[in-house]
């Protein structure tokens, strides 16, 4: 069947032929199907109420990870098992024991964000037998609750990795095999279309139709995680059509290591991009680990961040920096460059009619080079960039400067390298001296503009400042400050 979207939901099988293009998850589950433990709180992917778990099959094998269903489109459920907090509770009622930890350590005051928690707990719980702090952290990165200050909740989280019943207990544990074979069902041999009054929703069912796709609409909307396109449609009420959806493409999910980098994907989401190369880049696995909270890292994509050009985008001023290589693709081919080439104006980007990116090709740093990579923000988890630096630098056996790679996100109208505060350090010994007599120059690169997340004088006032840190960090000072638990 390619004129209906279908998945499971809970343990009912959906199939959908008339469903619109920007129609949310959260809207589906609360408006149509009642199922109301789902809430409503920002509406922008921020505060976690709507969480849900969404389980797709990678590699044959069936995983489950925490989103926000209040921007995920309907569109990019299909062959999924979504589960809401309605599904927990056993056969006779008993409360999950998520859930009953939440009770135990009176985790849950007014109520209206719990079910969120539970969802995003219940998602940690079904990956780690035994989570440390930090993880449970992580995990809760993207929940937000006004009551009752954090802590509760997570005891909750720890003592529940204590309790940890009969597998038979737990609703996806016992039904994996059953799961997995009516997704694998489900899978589309071909390109899905539904419309909608005029507009129309389209799946297509490999790399090769999307190019074809895009070839007759080429003015469409491509969504593969929708963290910022869902935002269009809940804030700015914008009417999208036609919708192509790319998230279910696994040629578009591989991420391929070699000896020179990594060339990830353009459906690679943040939460496998950090598995997959924080080990070799540190310093970007940090930033990744920033990036939103655990459901927007896991919708999001390093590839729809780079192809929506937007000035504050995360992952474009230390990908540039590395010397990162976009790939382009079409009917007509494909088309390869620089990846800060493709950053024309604001809005503006170097993508001709019909193509899409494919993917990001990530030089792996030097062994001898030292990379930095830093976010500024109103608070440290979750929100949004004031000011992204990131820095590539690479001396001789004098500690001479023969190459460094400077570039921002926040201080232009596209993510931007600094080429007047480069050419002042080439040539140059690393030393305070030496930075301190390029700082100016970062007048001649940067004009930024002053908006609700910083003013002007302090993005070039931090810029300036980030060179310095980065500076101190490579001659062993303690200039990046620590979490308790690091120094503990």
């Not at 309605?86 to 209206?112: K, M, T």
């Not at 952290?137 to 309790?163: D, H, W």
């Not at 976009?326 to 620089?338: C, W």
């Amino acid at each position: 069947m390619n004129d209906s979207i279908r998945f499971i939901l809970n343990g009912e099988d959906i199939a959908l032929a008339n469903v619109g293009p920007t129609e949310t998850l959260l809207d589906f589950l609360r408006m149509k199907r009642r199922l109301t433990g789902t809430k409503e709180g920002c509406a922008e992917g921020d505060c976690g109420a709507c969480t849900v778990l969404v389980g797709r099959l990678a590699d044959g094998k069936l995983a489950y990870e925490s989103v926000n269903a209040c921007i995920r489109f309907m569109g990019s459920l299909h062959a999924t098992h979504v589960v809401t907090v309605e599904h927990l509770a056993g056969r006779d009622g008993a409360l999950h024991p998520v859930q009953q930890a939440l009770v135990d350590c009176h985790g849950s005051q007014c109520g209206f964000c719990t079910p969120g928690f539970v969802m995003s707990l219940y998602g940690l719980w079904l990956t780690k037998e035994k989570p440390g702090r930090r993880e449970i952290e992580k995990a809760l990165q993207g929940n937000l609750c006004r009551c009752t200050g954090y802590e509760p909740i997570v005891k909750a989280a720890e003592q529940v990795s204590l309790q940890r019943p009969s597998a038979l207990f737990d609703p996806l544990q016992r039904t994996r095999s059953e799961i997995v074979a009516r997704l694998w069902a489900m899978q589309a041999s071909g390109t899905i279309r539904i419309a909608s009054g005029e507009d129309w929703l389209i799946v297509p069912g490999s790399v090769q139709a999307l190019a074809e796709v895009l070839s007759q609409e080429p003015e469409a909307t491509i969504v593969a995680g929708a963290t910022d396109v869902g935002l269009w449609v809940t804030k700015q009420m914008r009417r999208l059509s036609p919708v192509v959806f790319i998230n279910h493409l696994s040629e578009l999910q591989a991420v391929t290591e070699s000896d020179d980098g990594v060339t990830i994907g353009a459906g690679v989401s943040y939460s496998r991009a950090f598995e997959e190369i924080s080990g070799k880049i540190p310093a970007l696995g940090r930033l990744i680990d920033r990036i939103g909270g655990e459901q927007v890292r896991n919708m999001g994509t390093i590839g729809g961040n780079i192809a929506n050009g937007s000035p504050i985008g995360d992952s474009p001023p230390p990908l540039v920096a590395l010397g990162a290589t976009l790939a382009l693709r079409s009917v007509q081919g494909l088309r390869q460059m620089p990846l800060e080439d493709f950053f024309i104006a604001y809005g503006k980007q170097d993508r001709r009619p019909g193509e899409f990116v494919e993917s990001v090709f990530v030089p792996y740093p030097k062994a001898a080079s030292r990379f930095a990579a830093y976010k500024i923000t109103k608070r440290r988890d979750e929100d949004i960039t004031a000011v992204l630096g990131a820095f590539l630098l690479t001396l001789d056996e004098s500690e001479t400067i023969t190459d460094i790679r400077i570039a921002f996100g926040g201080m232009a109208a596209t993510p931007k390298r600094a080429p007047s505060v480069e050419a002042a350090l080439i040539g140059k010994p690393w030393t305070e001296a030496s930075i301190d007599a390029a700082r100016p120059a970062f007048d001649a690169d940067f004009q930024p503009l002053t908006d609700w997340r910083a003013t002007a004088e302090y993005r070039q006032l931090t810029a300036k400042n980030l060179l310095t840190r980065f500076y101190l960090e490579t001659v062993g000072a303690p200039a990046e400050l620590k979490r308790f638990e690091e120094v503990a």
